[in-house]
């Protein structure tokens, strides 16, 4: 996996609107943090300003957008104002070559997991990570700091509490996945994730547990769960039963019942996704994994 160059004070860096619109109030405290905290001059994408009915442009103004921002040699790192739908819409009409020549660090979630899967199929490493738009919102703190780390180039482990739900074991691979719904939605593109041997990582936000049922069918039947080093499961926010015959399961007891006939380790309740405790994960890095009755580890590789 290609590494981008990490971070320096003084470095330019893109911020832009890749899928739904976002409030330009609304970014003030991300981008003073850019500016201010983290000393980066923070060149601002023409989708911080345009909207077309959700999302934060046309299809063809977003596509533009990332485009020049992923050609500009002088950028370090291109952060996703926020996510929301939309990425899916526009990234079989992007080209990499200079990208390829020029790696920056990609910054994002959600629906910021359409561009890590593909990045990491053409071999280059990505960060799931908060964004902007919530950069200044209570109990942040470890969000930033992890995003940080990882753009300066420091060390990054996770330890964590046992979860009753827990499988373990130790392993190791390289860290792929992000949301849910666009791990699914992606089967069958050429931006598909090969999970075999790796460590994937899921997370998601409102969505019914008989949708989640079906999304974690959907992987099973797609060969994704059968070959993996081991499994992260984040956070699961904001979930919905149905109105009338509850679908009987919660989401622990969903994603485990999919998994049990596996023998990888596997973690519940890790500090990634819909959450204000959003750790940064680097999409395509090795990482050591460890479940015990005590812990979690993550300890990703130099």
């Given at each position: 996996?290609?590494k981008?160059p ?49 999302f ?10 990332l485009q ?11 952060f ?10 526009i ?10 020549k ?11 997991t ?113 070959q ?46 819909h ?13 050591q ?14």
């Open positions: 996996m290609i981008p990490f971070l320096h004070a003084g470095d330019r860096v893109g911020v832009l609107a890749m899928a739904s619109q976002v409030s330009y109030p609304a970014l003030q405290e991300g981008l003073r943090i850019l500016r201010e905290d983290w000393q980066l001059k923070v060149i601002e994408g023409q989708t911080l300003h345009t909207s077309y009915n959700q934060a442009g046309t299809d063809e103004e977003r596509q533009r957008d020049q921002m992923l050609d500009d040699s002088s950028l370090k790192a291109i996703s104002a926020r996510g929301g739908y939309g990425s899916s819409r990234i079989d009409g992007l080209h990499f070559r200079k990208f390829r020029h790696p920056k660090w990609i910054v994002g979630f959600s629906d910021i359409a561009i890590h899967c593909h990045l990491e199929r053409m071999g280059f490493e990505s960060l799931h990570a908060t964004m902007p738009k919530l950069f200044g919102q209570e109990g942040a703190g470890n969000a930033l700091e992890t995003l940080k780390k990882v753009l300066w180039g420091d060390d990054l482990s996770y330890q964590i509490p046992a979860h009753s739900f827990n499988r373990l074991g130790t392993s190791q691979g390289a860290i792929v996945g992000g949301n849910l719904c666009l791990l699914a939605h992606l089967i069958g593109s050429r931006s598909e994730t090969d999970t075999r041997h790796k460590i994937l990582f899921i997370e998601d936000v409102e969505e019914y547990y008989y949708n989640l049922d079906r999304m974690m069918v959907q992987l099973k039947r797609a060969g994704k769960l059968a993996l080093a081991g499994l992260v499961v984040g956070q699961f926010t904001d979930l919905k039963d149905n109105e009338t015959s509850s679908f009987g399961k919660n989401h622990y007891e969903i994603i485990a019942e999919h998994v049990s006939a596996y023998n990888y380790p596997v973690c519940f309740d890790f500090p990634v996704g959450t204000a405790d959003n750790r940064a994960m680097i999409v395509g890095r090795m990482a994994f460890s479940v015990t009755s005590k812990n979690v580890q993550l300890h990703f590789e130099s």
